[in-house]
């Protein structure tokens, strides 16, 4: 079970874990959600359109660190509240645009927000405002923000198919505005009464950053999240085309492919469960040899198609408990002083393999196709779980 947690601290986890699934929702979602409704309307092309969302990944690992540093200065709660506002009105302009430049530039500013109010700031501040305890709190904020594309698909597409895709976009600006930054604010003032007094003055060092570079740590910690989704980005991105290249009938493929986001909560459920029994380090072992394991079973789905579902089970649980140990790992392995800034700029390294995959994925299957595409995401897998091995010896640099 979790470790317990006073009660005066669940309220604003719940908060923050709405937060988070309203954010995530509408400010990455969306783009899948609305994106066919986009195209009819405007004619722009979908290559076109994907810059947008690239662009808005690159805002993000560019800044991330920025967002880290504010946490470590006390900040944290603020960036959570002005980002989602931040985002709200960055959609609220999304909706108006009536150019694909237009279109780029409106990303790039939720690319900002982004980076402000999601994932690694909320954990940056959890992790700075309970410690030890940061860990817990983590597991149900993702638990629950890990339902938010079931919530952006479905209803993006009612609210698309009776106000369009402007009037979907309207919309889900105004759950920012009117949800999401009051979710943050509450949640952020509790949270506030629960930091220790002498917290402050070590975690805002503004030295810890260029300390942690200068250790093996820091670089092995961030290639293996990176190359991890990397991987997993890549495979997301072409779940489709390599599923149906290797046998299977589309609705087969898309019944495959549906499987990795249910398993991604139940991969969290299993790090819930087993609380500290199983330390983060040996934990994100587990997870990376999960991933290795889930490629090399989509390797092996040619000659037995059903092994694709048990890729999808195994790839979703896997990078589910990944997401979740990042923080809690970077805590551990680097110690909690400057976390804010350290764990920013490790994170943007994953984001910006996020930004990249789809690119990476292209080059892949058009040079060797789905044979060299696999073989590649197997070794990103088993190259980031090498790192995690080797990182065994890293605590007393």
């Known amino acids: 079970m979790m470790p317990d947690q006073n009660e005066g601290d669940s309220p604003a986890i719940w908060m923050l874990a709405l937060g988070q699934t309203f954010g995530f929702a509408s ?103 309970l410690g030890t305890d940061a860990r817990a709190a983590i597991i149900r904020v993702s638990l629950v923000a890990g339902l938010a594309s079931t919530m952006a698909f479905p209803l993006g597409a009612v609210l698309a198919q009776n106000f369009g895709w402007r009037g979907a976009v309207v919309a889900f600006g105004s759950i920012q505005l009117f949800a999401t930054v009051p979710l943050h604010f509450f949640a952020g003032r509790r949270l506030r009464r629960k930091e220790r007094r002498s917290s402050k003055a070590d975690q805002s060092d503004d030295g810890a950053l260029g300390r942690a570079i200068r250790t093996r740590s820091f670089w092995l910690l961030a290639g293996a999240f990176g190359l991890a989704m990397m991987n997993h980005s890549m495979l997301v991105t072409y779940f489709i085309p390599v599923f149906t290249s290797l ?12 499987l990795v986001g249910p398993f991604q909560v139940i991969g969290r459920l299993a790090l819930m469960l087993q609380g500290k029994r199983i330390g983060s380090l040996a934990s994100t072992r587990g997870a990376l040899i999960g991933m290795a394991t889930a490629s090399m079973l989509l390797m092996l789905a040619g000659i037995a198609l059903p092994l694709i579902f048990v890729f999808s089970a195994v790839q979703g649980a896997s990078i589910g408990m990944i997401s979740i140990l990042r923080p809690v790992l970077i805590a551990e392995v680097l110690g909690r002083s400057g976390f804010g800034a350290i764990s920013g700029a490790i994170a943007s390294v994953p984001i910006f393999a996020t930004a990249a995959a789809p690119l990476v994925g292209a080059i892949l299957l058009e040079s060797g196709g789905t044979t060299v595409f696999l073989i590649a995401s197997f070794l990103m897998a088993s190259v980031a779980l090498s790192f995690a091995l080797i990182l065994r010896g890293a605590y007393s640099e």
């Open 27 to 129: 400010l990455f979602y969306i783009y899948g959600a609305l994106l066919v409704w986009v195209v009819d309307d405007t004619g722009w092309d979908r290559s076109s359109l994907a810059i947008g969302l690239t662009l808005a990944l690159i805002v993000s690992a560019l800044t991330v660190s920025f967002s880290g540093r504010m946490v470590d200065r006390g900040l944290g709660a603020e960036l959570l509240v002005g980002g989602a506002a931040f985002g709200g009105f960055g959609l609220l302009a999304l909706s108006r645009v009536q150019t694909i430049v237009g279109w780029h530039i409106c990303w790039a500013l939720i690319g900002l927000a982004m980076s402000a109010c999601l994932y690694d700031t909320c954990f940056a501040f959890l992790t700075r405002r």
């Open 247 to 258: 046998g299977i009938a589309q609705a087969g493929a898309v019944a495959a492919a549906s």
